[in-house]
């Protein structure tokens, strides 16, 4: 099981997040999913109860709290992550799970009780619980681009997330065909710095440019309140 981590997160310029991309180009490896330049497209779906509580507790700053989406990356293969991202006082940790494209379908089906007696996954079980006791559906599709740079003797990644935005057709996920409303400002974008204990200091001086402002940037969340602004939600 994946360790609590910290996660660092800044909303920033795109010609601050070139100055930091030469940087963790020198010094990182580039992400081995990505293509040459270490980017790939990172599609979410995310899931909410019926009281909107994954939303409600990231807007009251809740010190524990969770969420659930389902991820593929590129274009759809068939085969997807199941994701549980767990915070606890600003550290967090993920607990992942492989979907097949029928594992899928029953989860859209609204059979989630078909799904938890054919598996073993402890991740899907879980999942399948909430939502039969919470009422955990599909909420909202999140899109972005990835640019990833990793260390891997320390365990640091930083990502470069770019062109954010966010759909209500969540019946669409797979087919990738529907509306999407961007999520911030032109030319905004977001800098995710992700370690165990202690980033070390040639990285942090790598992904440091003047002015920077450490925020809770919840993609889920600004999503949410985009489409519910537009009246999307």
């Known amino acids: 099981m994946q360790e609590f981590r910290h996660e660092w997160k800044y909303r920033m310029p795109m010609t601050d997040l ?17 293509d040459e330049d270490g980017g790939y497209a990172v599609h979410s779906l995310y899931f909410d109860d019926f009281y909107n509580s994954c939303a409600r507790e990231n807007d009251g700053g809740t010190a524990v709290r969770f969420k659930y989406r389902i991820r593929f990356y590129n274009q759809y293969e068939g085969v997807l992550k199941l994701e549980r991202k767990e915070k606890v006082f600003g550290m967090c940790r993920k607990k992942t799970a492989v979907l097949n494209d029928p594992q899928f379908r029953m989860i859209m089906d609204g059979r989630a009780q078909d799904l938890f007696w054919s598996t073993e996954d402890p991740v899907i079980r879980q999942f ?3 939502v039969m006791t919470k009422g955990f559906a599909p909420n909202v599709i999140v899109d972005y681009e990835r640019i990833a740079f990793a260390e891997p003797i320390t365990d640091v990644r930083v990502t470069l997330d770019l062109n954010i935005s966010a759909s209500s057709e969540t019946e669409r996920f797979t087919e990738q065909d529907y509306l999407r409303i961007p999520l911030q400002k032109k030319g905004e974008h977001v800098l995710e710095v992700k370690f165990d204990e ?13 002015p920077m402002v450490q925020t809770a940037f919840s993609k889920y969340y600004y999503a949410r309140n985009i489409l519910q602004t537009m009246g999307g939600l």
């Open 18 to 34: 070139e100055v930091i991309r030469h940087r963790a180009e020198a010094l990182l490896e580039k992400d081995r999913y990505g």
């Open 128 to 130: 399948c619980v909430d």
């Open 198 to 210: 202690i980033l070390p200091g040639h990285i942090k001086n790598a992904v440091t440019v003047s």
